[in-house]
């Protein structure tokens, strides 16, 4: 039986022209002042970036949540929306790249402004106003004509990056007298390079010393000039979010799932965790790097990370190795994507050319390249029969990696939703599946049920 499910959630979409102009940073900032006002911050990220909510739960304490259009489509995206923001006040999406950009250079499929539309969320648009002063007036007019829903712009408010304070007060009243939109707060340039980059993109908020306490200088700077009344009237402008709520029990498969989490490998969306704890499955993290052997578990999921950084460490750990590959070639059903993958194999190097060996349970040696494998959202399809999928079965997913390996495997065939691309990958070896693709659990929950029963 069907009925349907209706809620309310003051939000805002976090966004800005291009990436670089600061979203993260200004995201991070207003979370940590409504938090240290006593407010429940929710925390989204729009798209398939795993690092930037990495930054939003060091901020917040509580995990965040990917919505991506393309994984989970306009009623998965609501789901996730609805459950991340239970019990929350106020919830904040950080957008993707430029606010129009989306799955190609012909589609605003996917993006920051597609999301807005889809769920009905209030835009705040981010401008590093680096090298312009008056030009900011017709850049902000673009992106609010451009970007209208049902004859009305979605854009409600803009914050001002790297200006002046010398000029702000005359370019904020001249944007708000001839466009009609609130500059709702601004940020001088900092001094220092609060968050820096590296192949993947941002470095992890682990590796950034003292980051609470950069935060705090930047959310202490944008709360001297934020407006918080309006930006708590715009984010309560959010339209009540409507699903159809199916009365439905997830199987209970009562099982121990060890996951892999420390420095190397910490890329999970939520929502992947979040269904296999429905099904029944508990949670046990663990550390190849510092742990020496494997927890009392059933099952082990290598999700994707940096192992690049820590080859040696990883190496190191004999002990640790040995565990995983003993349990792979007693039959333990192993799930392993990217940088678990990559561990997986015989050896990895090192962009400085050093070869760390790794695990052992699948053929191939990894390597760093110069550019992107591959990138972007795939859609999956079994070529061959194993334990998790059954051939013709379909799956969606994500890559993004520098490394390729010797032998990527044959079994799934990743295509390019535009279909114009396509290759091979994943291995299977007993009951061990690994891949580059990062997969989204709930696009086929037979496959989540499949390993969680075997």
């Known amino acids: 039986m069907a009925f349907e499910y209706k809620v309310q959630i003051p939000r805002v979409m976090i966004c800005a022209p291009s990436s670089g102009s600061g979203k993260t940073l200004v995201s991070c ?15 989204f990220k729009c798209g398939p970036d795993y690092i930037d909510p990495m930054f939003h739960k060091k901020v917040l304490e509580v995990p965040s949540r990917n919505l991506d259009l393309f994984m989970a489509g306009e009623e998965g995206v609501k789901r996730t929306l609805m459950a991340g923001a239970l019990g929350g006040d106020v919830a904040i999406i950080e957008g993707v ?11 605003m499929e996917g993006s920051s402004y597609d999301l807005c539309k889809k769920t009905k969320t209030p835009a705040i648009l981010v401008v590093d106003t680096k090298g312009m002063s008056r ?21 409600k408010g803009v914050i001002l990056n790297n200006i002046s304070p010398m000029i702000v007060r005359d370019i904020s009243g001249e944007i708000e007298k001839e466009l009609d939109i609130p500059v709702l707060g601004f940020l001088p340039k900092l001094e220092g390079t609060l968050f820096t980059s590296r192949h993947l993109g941002l470095v992890l908020p682990e590796e950034v010393p003292d980051i609470l306490e950069k935060v705090d200088l930047v959310a202490d700077k944008l709360e ?12 309560k402008e959010a339209k009540e979010l409507t699903i159809d709520n199916e009365a439905s029990k997830e199987i209970q498969l009562k099982t121990r799932v060890g996951v892999a989490f420390d420095e190397a490998f910490c890329f999970y969306y939520e929502d992947n965790l979040d269904l296999l704890k429905n099904m029944g499955a508990e949670i046990k993290f663990f550390s190849p ?13 290598l999700g994707g ?3 690049e950084l820590y080859g040696k460490q990883l190496m190191e750990n004999v002990s640790m190795r040995e565990s995983i590959k003993k349990a792979a070639m007693e039959g333990m059903p192993i799930l392993a994507e990217c940088g678990g993958f990559l561990y997986l194999q015989n050896s990895m190097t090192d962009i400085e050319g050093n070869t760390a060996l790794m695990a052992g349970v699948l053929e191939g040696e990894s390597h760093m390249t110069s550019k992107l494998s591959h990138f972007g959202y795939v859609n999956v399809t079994a070529l061959l029969d ?25 079994v799934l065939k990743m295509s390019k939703p535009s279909g114009k691309r396509s290759w091979e990958g994943y291995q299977s070896f007993k009951n061990v599946f690994g891949g580059f693709t990062h997969l989204y659990y709930p696009s086929n929950k037979e496959f989540v049920k499949r390993f969680l029963s075997l």
């Open 305 to 307: 990370g940096y192992p």
């Open 224 to 235: 001297g000039s934020l407006d918080l009344k309006r930006f708590l009237e715009i984010a």
């Open 29 to 43: 900032a207003l979370m940590r002042i409504l938090k240290r006002k006593g407010y429940n911050v929710a925390a």
């Open 289 to 301: 790097i510092h742990d020496k052997e494997l927890p009392e578990v059933d099952r082990l999921i």
């Open 386 to 410: 194993n334990p998790y999928l059954k051939m013709g079965e379909t799956m969606k997913g994500h890559e993004f990696h520098y490394y390729d390996t010797t032998n990527n495997g044959q």
């Open 135 to 155: 030009s900011v007036i017709p850049l902000i007019k673009g992106f609010a004509d451009y970007g209208q829903d049902n004859g009305k712009t979605v854009l």
């Open 97 to 107: 790249m430029g606010f129009f950009d989306g799955q190609s250079a012909l589609s």
